[in-house]
């Protein structure tokens, strides 16, 4: 699939869950941002994304706001979501990840986004029924867990030739030219560049007492064109 295509279906994929979130009870409102961290993880597709309008709006000071936090302790996954579905089917135990504390995202600029429309799905999925600044910590229906599961994979099966990794480490591989092209070819070295390797989608992690009601999203996806 050629990687135009690939973004044209990433688009698709925020809007039904945009869509979907939207009929939420959610707490989560403009200048909210206690969950805007330095934890947050995407895949290469979402890190080239988001490169791709920092360059379009000229922004040249995007690598001056990451350096600062760069080389703080900061969570970096070990396995992927279809890994760690593949481990689960198989009965595996899947490593122990240490999460050191987020530190605030590096692009907040007055408690907003300046990059909200293109954030990744990361961002997008962590939403709260309650106030997490009240009360410490996101308050997240089952169900939409769920369905934000199922969306990680299939945005890394989308991106199953590309990585995954922690928000600062991607962009920092996705900012560079070379490293991009080598991407749109194709020709990404996950294992050089400190990204974990992404995997195609083999086994979706459903609930049993989520599976009927969640037939008509999964087919929302399925109905994806470009």
């Not at 961290?37 to 597709?45: E, G, K, M, Q």
Request: with cysteine.
């Amino acid at each position: 699939m050629l990687l135009n295509d690939k973004l044209a279906a990433l688009d698709q994929i925020y809007a039904i869950y945009d869509r979907f979130i939207a009929g939420q009870q959610l707490a989560c409102k403009k200048g909210c941002a206690h969950c805007c961290t330095t934890s947050v993880t995407l895949t290469t597709i979402e890190g080239y994304k988001i490169i791709e309008q920092l360059i379009s709006e000229k922004d040249t000071g995007w690598t001056d706001k990451i350096r600062p936090v760069a080389d703080l302790a900061h969570f970096r996954p070990q396995i992927t979501t279809n890994q760690l579905a593949h481990m689960c089917a198989q009965s595996m135990a899947p490593p122990e990840e240490t999460q050191p504390v987020g530190q605030p995202c590096p692009f907040l600029s007055h408690n907003r986004c300046p990059l909200y429309q293109v954030r990744p799905f990361g961002c997008r999925c962590l939403v709260s029924r309650h106030d997490c600044g009240k009360h410490g910590y996101a308050d997240i229906d089952d169900y939409v867990l769920s369905i934000n599961t199922v969306l990680l994979q299939s945005i890394e099966h989308l991106d199953a030739e590309g990585c995954s990794g922690n928000m600062l480490d991607v962009l920092k591989v996705m900012a560079g030219q070379e490293i991009r092209q080598a991407y749109k070819e194709g020709k990404l070295d996950c294992l050089s560049t400190g990204l974990i390797q992404n995997q195609p989608l083999k086994i979706l992690m459903i609930p049993p007492e989520h599976r009927t009601r969640m037939q008509p999203f999964l087919q929302s996806l399925r109905d994806i064109r470009f």
